[in-house]
């Protein structure tokens, strides 16, 4: 599918639905994420050559964020195609070691998380980017806006010229159990308080988040999914709380999340970390990873 000229998207098979991955071609091909493992193959190289151009001609492949459905490919594009491959500054030590996503989460969330086998092929990523930064390709110029909270290094790439923001998992939506954060709850909410103040044209989301339930977004819901987001964080930091104060006892993220019947005990242990940090939440007991209000 083009979106604007020049730049398609590809829908890379994952569960129940896919993965957004975004091709720049001009005289020769940027990748904005590479799905899974397999995504390539699958995926990107067939959709490739339908258009009547070699997957030899990749030169890069920029990722929104280091998580294991969007930079999974990355480890064997760079084997079979030399590629470079480029990632925020702070996604570089989880590109070149996937299990410690999983390390973190379960010194944080030890109820929630233990540690399994790596999701995807670690690689070393050529460059690093940072917010501001500008990349130059053939044709194109991609703005860095780093907006973190569903992971620490999580951006929107900006095609200015056409207002077309490719933003990976940053911008969340509202409803199926959405907002999914691992990294921070506070961190999410600046982020889409700071996405309203762009000038968002089009959007592209890395897999069909809801209420839309569409990867591309133009005009008006581009900034109606950025205020549904932000509303959903703010509704999940009152109900978080009302619940910690109605419990009479201790609960760990799991439970929080099974009394109110929406989000998901990770996006639950994020919001707990930040009422933590405002003197309203207490972690009174670390092993089991309970918590009370403050």
């Known amino acids: 599918m083009e979106i604007v000229d020049d730049v398609h998207l590809i829908k890379c098979p994952w ?6 991955s975004c091709a720049i071609i001009g005289e020769d091909i940027t990748m904005i994420d590479v799905g899974t493992g ?11 050559r339908a258009l ?6 990749i030169s890069t492949a920029l990722l929104t964020h280091a998580h294991m459905d969007h930079c999974g490919g990355a480890a064997p594009m760079k084997r079979e195609l030399k590629c470079r491959i480029g990632v925020h500054e702070m996604g570089r030590p989880y590109l070149e070691d996937a299990s410690l996503i999983d390390r973190e989460l379960n010194s944080r969330f030890p109820s929630i998380f233990s540690v399994r086998e790596p999701g995807f092929e670690p690689v070393k990523p ?6 501001g930064d500008v990349i130059n390709l053939s044709g194109h110029q991609l703005r860095v806006l780093h907006v973190p909270g569903h992971s620490p290094c999580s951006v929107c790439l900006v095609d200015e010229e056409n207002g077309l923001y490719m933003c990976g998992d940053s911008i969340q939506g509202r409803g199926e159990r959405r907002p999914l954060l691992f990294h921070s709850s506070t961190d999410y909410a600046r982020s889409m308080s700071r996405l309203l103040e762009e000038p968002i044209e089009m959007l592209v989301n890395g897999h069909p988040f809801p209420p839309y339930k569409k990867a591309v977004l133009r005009g008006e819901e581009c900034r109606e999914h950025v205020r549904q987001s932000l509303k959903a964080i703010e509704e999940l930091n009152t109900l978080v709380l009302d619940a910690l104060k109605a419990a009479g006892k201790p609960l760990n993220p799991k439970q929080i999340c099974e009394r109110l019947g929406r989000s998901q005990p ?4 994020c919001i707990l970390e930040a009422l933590e940090a405002d003197g309203r939440a207490e972690r009174v007991n670390e092993s089991l990873d309970l918590w009370a209000a403050g």
């Open 38 to 48: 397999g995504s390539p193959r699958v995926a990107i190289y067939p959709y490739l």
């Open 266 to 269: 990770v996006t639950i242990g």
């Open 52 to 57: 009547g151009r070699s997957p030899t001609e």
């Open 126 to 131: 050529d460059l690093t980017f940072k917010d």
């Open 15 to 20: 569960a129940s639905y896919f993965v957004s």
